[in-house]
């Protein structure tokens, strides 16, 4: 059974840091592209950051471009999502995701995406 378990959002000031963290269990980790995506109250989800297999190819959503870091360790299991200069428009629930199937480098779509962790918040406020 696949488990997603992302942590290290909480609260912080316009132009500070925050390095989120999903661990996942279930599967081997290194077949499978990863993604993080983040929802607004009564919005969609929507795609932030795509990591290949190997890590050797990323892709972001342009709201994120240059601010955000997306990167994996395979041997242990985890993805992380650095995000720097935050914004008050970063505030949202952050979900991290594991495609479906071992097939392609990277993927910017919800519907590519099987699992799902239960989401950490990150909240920029001053």
């Known amino acids: 059974q696949v488990q997603l378990v992302e942590s290290g959002g909480g609260l912080v000031q316009p132009g500070g840091s925050l390095r989120l963290s999903c661990a996942a269990s279930?599967?081997?980790?290194?077949?499978?592209?990863m993604g993080w995506f983040r929802q607004y109250p009564g919005k969609e989800r929507e795609f932030v950051a795509t990591?290949?297999?190997?890590?050797?190819?990323?892709a972001y959503a342009d709201s994120v471009k240059g601010r955000f870091t997306i990167s994996r360790d395979n041997a242990k299991s985890t993805m992380f999502l650095q995000m720097n200069s935050l914004k008050q428009e970063d505030t949202a629930l952050y979900y991290c995701?594991?495609?479906?199937?071992?097939?392609?480098?990277?993927?910017?779509?919800?519907?590519?995406?099987?699992?799902w962790g239960q989401g950490t918040q990150v909240t920029v406020s001053s």
């Open positions: 279930g599967r081997t980790f290194s077949d499978y592209v």
């Open positions: 995701a594991q495609r479906s199937g071992t097939w392609g480098t990277i993927a910017t779509s919800r519907g590519q995406y099987a699992y």
């Open positions: 990591i290949s297999r190997l890590g050797k190819s990323t």
